[in-house]
């Protein structure tokens, strides 16, 4: 059992399926985050937590045993049952009932929620999600992109007698993932840099210099604190024009605001933000010249490894490489939060 500050709390639940079990250095590179990416937007009413808040504890919040939550599932309504891990030895095809609607904007009662992650584990979502009752970013995730193989706009909810537990029922399996780009994207030849602080200066101007405001297509919501949305963005000059483009596909991707916000995709951890990079004190991060990004942090952080705990949609990141970023994913198996505008 552990006690943690409220808006630890707060925001633990806010991004993860479960409760944290301890703070590890993840976590804590999660909240540091919160530092730069306020440099990357334009909330200019918003005041700014030194971080001392956040680590100092001034008040202790709630108990958190259990995994966050002390459920024992109600009887289980399905034949398919897959375990914490997500055994996929159950038979597709089983009779999926729930009583009310899980996923996003739903009731997600716990018994309800574990039909749907167990179906969704049969069925082939990778990573696979743990069985736990509880409806967070991952299982929200899990049910869009499960939906995106046949709805127009995936919304990341499951309602009782909707197409998607019909679907689930069906024996739908999700697409293993395809080496073509995501519909509407074209490939671009890769105009940016190598990735050395010479090199982009040369490109880019000097570290701090060229930032300019875009307006982004739709509103993103801040990692550390969803209830505080920004609309414009600020960024290095000469990526303005393709990191607009990479919004906008994603938003033609997953097919409405909605459902990018169930995805995660619309979680901001930080764009512009001059600083040096972690552990060093001569070499400049990449957001110091606003030609980086990072999103989904909590579900993505910088030592998760991709494919595997880290939850970074593919369409997204092939959305990146068509306009010639690099994926923290795709170079270093993990990271996969970060994109940045060099080779």
Known sequence: MIFIP?????????????????????????????????????LLTMPL????DIYGGKQVGETYDKGGA??????????????????????????????????????????????IQKALNVLGTVPALIVDGLCGPKT???????????LKSPDGRVDPGGAT??????????????????????????????????????????AGENIVLIQLPYSMRLAWDVSQVATRLRCNKRVSSSLLRIFNAILSHYGSEEAVRASGMDLLGGCYNKRKMTGSSTKWSRHSWGIAIDLDPSNNRFNSRWPGEATMPEAVIKIFEAEGW?????AWGKDAMHFQATR
């Open 140 to 150: 929200t995730a899990a049910i869009v992109n499960y939906q995106v193989g046949f």
């Open 70 to 115: 002390d459920i024992t599932p109600n009887v289980d309504k399905t034949n398919a049952v897959a375990p914490v891990g997500g055994d996929k030895s159950a038979v597709a095809g089983s009779s999926y009932i729930i009583s009310n609607t899980v996923g996003h904007g739903g009731i997600n009662n716990p018994d309800d929620v574990t039909v």
């Open 326 to 330: 690099k994926s923290g994913a795709r």
């Open 6 to 42: 409220n808006i630890f709390a707060r925001e633990f639940l806010q991004s993860n399926d479960r409760a944290p079990q301890g703070v590890s250095g993840d976590v804590l590179g999660l909240f540091q985050a919160r530092a730069y990416a306020r440099a990357s937007i334009d």
């Open 165 to 206: 537990l019909k679907k689930l029922n069906s024996g739908y399996r999700v697409e293993k993932i395809k080496q073509e780009l995501p519909k509407g994207v074209t490939l671009m030849k890769s105009i940016w840099p190598a990735d050395t602080d010479e090199k982009i200066s040369a490109y880019f101007g000097s």
């Open 49 to 52: 937590t030194p971080l001392y």
